[in-house]
């Protein structure tokens, strides 16, 4: 990095140096990630309202990937293509945990998204990124 960069940087962060040694390893980090995201179910135990997954018909229009060696051999083929990070959504992801697993086993790095209602379990999903989805319905979701 050019040193009016790196002083640029520096500068902006109001001279501390914690918080760019935070950004150095968290450039490190996102420079080698690359992500992709999975829907891997339509089936959801909720129906908020303003969901953009039932208020656009994406369940009515996508089908399950539930054979195991099917979802499998795709995440492989997503691993040999250099992805390395997931973006897990559906319906509602934890449904099936089966499916997460394989998740767990293959990328490196994994978030889902959820309505936060089943927990995922403890075991194999401790480097899982949470994201809760809240709906509140018009102006309280933008």
């Not at 319905?137 to 933008?142: I, K, P």
Request: glycine share 8%; proline share 2%; net charge positive.
């Amino acid at each position: 990095m050019k040193d009016v960069t790196k002083n640029a940087i520096f500068k902006r962060l109001n001279g501390d140096f914690e918080y760019y040694a935070r950004y150095q390893r968290i450039k490190q980090i996102s420079s080698r990630v690359r992500v992709s995201e999975y829907l891997i179910t339509t089936a959801c135990n909720i129906r908020c309202k303003g969901c953009w997954f039932f208020e656009y018909d994406f369940d009515k229009r996508t089908k399950d990937l539930s054979k195991k060696d099917e979802i499998k051999k795709f995440l492989i083929s997503e691993r040999n293509r250099g992805i390395n990070t997931s973006l897990i959504i559906g319906g509602e992801p934890t449904l099936h945990p089966k499916r997460l697993e394989l998740f767990a086993e293959i990328m490196e790095f994994n978030s889902i998204s959820t309505n936060g209602l089943k927990a995922l379990p403890k075991e194999g999903f401790k480097d899982f990124s949470v994201l809760i989805s809240l709906f509140g319905g018009g102006s309280l979701d933008d």
